[in-house]
């Protein structure tokens, strides 16, 4: 096949560039209007909401401690904390044991070592037996729960945070929030792809547009931390409703919001930080077992990933090797376009703003993810702590 010609060449490189530009725009416009936990005074009704936060582990030995000191630590009145050993072999029941040191608020579940019901996946599992701990099998004399929180075992939380969390579900009149943690990254790995998380909702999803609108679709959302009031809980169906997807995060909120509930993922910045995964290996590990479904199907990853890479690797290819000199020249504009974009998501989260200079490399590699994740998933061996990501009986695309 011969090359486009230069006026074609020029007119898809001008047609991607202006889409970078204005997805940037867009994503400015989201990181005005990105709700942030307000800090309540003293006497803020938020302050009596009676919380539980319910944090799944296993084999988190390594890195659950961090997190539990951080939950210990929230001056929260109305605070209960149930963390379930999701049979673990590494120690993390005991380890947890002797950091509550026998603190009131905290109950270390046995979740046992059986392997989840049919047509369940481990997560949405280890979170269905929390949430049941919660609300059906709460101590004699506990307070009914007006909040539950979900919190990954590789989250460390800020001082207040569960306050603050509960302050933003109440002025926003959210029944399901998604506070999205700052993301740490540290490897070469880490730094080229963790930054697409919270860069992706920013530029494509219109924040404001999705809080309001019905559309299940509209959403986004981490499991990392994850707020939701029982009342929406139950009508959504819970984990129930969502017991074999490996996006188990969004297919609950997509779930509430099909019930009726008012979702919005937020800045939660300032009220918690993770790595979600340490080295290149681990990386590579956790995004392939889940961005096959992060799509709909393979079609769909065939398409965004297409999408993304005209936008914003063609213009970079273009003002790097383009033999006219407007080529060059639009394509250039196109690549600081996306630039901008990162720089403005890492500026706003707590990222590292230099790594945008990367930003089609990290698109590059998040299409090298995407297509082994699928071809993994084809083949049905993806597996993550030792259990298979899909059930025996899995979604049709």
Known sequence: MSPPRAPALREAVLAMSAAAGALTAHTAWNLRHLRRAPRPPADDP???????????????????????????AQDHGHLRILVLDDGSTDGTAALVRDLVDADPRCTVLDGGHEPPPAGWLGKPWACQRLVQAAL???????LPVDLLVLLDADV?????AITRIA????????????????????????RLVQPLLQWSWCTTLPLQLAERSPRPSLTAANGQL??????????????????GEVLEDLALARAVKAAGGRV????????????MYEG???????????????????????????????????????????????????????YLAGVTGRVLVARRTGGHSADALAHPASILALDVLTALS?????RGGLAWKGRPVTTSHPRSS
Not at 156 to 160: D, I, Q, S, Y
Not at 179 to 188: D, E, G, M, V, W
């Open 46 to 72: 938020a302050r009596r909401a009676r919380v539980v936060v319910l944090v799944p582990a296993r084999d988190e030995a390594h890195r659950i401690e961090p997190c539990v000191r951080s939950l210990l």
């Open 226 to 243: 994850l707020a939701v009031t029982p009342a929406a809980y139950a009508r959504s169906g819970g984990y129930a409703a969502v017991r």
């Open 156 to 160: 460390t939380l800020a001082p207040g």
């Open 167 to 190: 302050a933003l579900m109440a002025d926003a009149g959210l029944e399901l929030a998604s506070p999205y943690p700052r993301q740490l990254a540290l490897t070469p790995a880490e």
């Open 374 to 378: 699928v071809r993994r998933h084809r």
């Open 136 to 142: 059906a099998d709460a101590p004699a004399g506990a």
């Open 264 to 275: 919005a993922v937020t800045d939660g910045t300032d009220l918690a930080t993770c790595r």
């Open 280 to 334: 290149a290996t681990a990386l590579v590990e956790g995004y392939t077992k889940s961005l096959w479904s992060a799509f709909g199907s393979p079609a769909g990853a065939a398409a965004a990933t297409t999408a993304l890479t005209g936008v914003y690797v063609l213009p970079a290819v273009a003002a790097l090797a383009a033999r006219d000199r407007r080529t060059r020249a639009v394509g250039a504009l196109g």
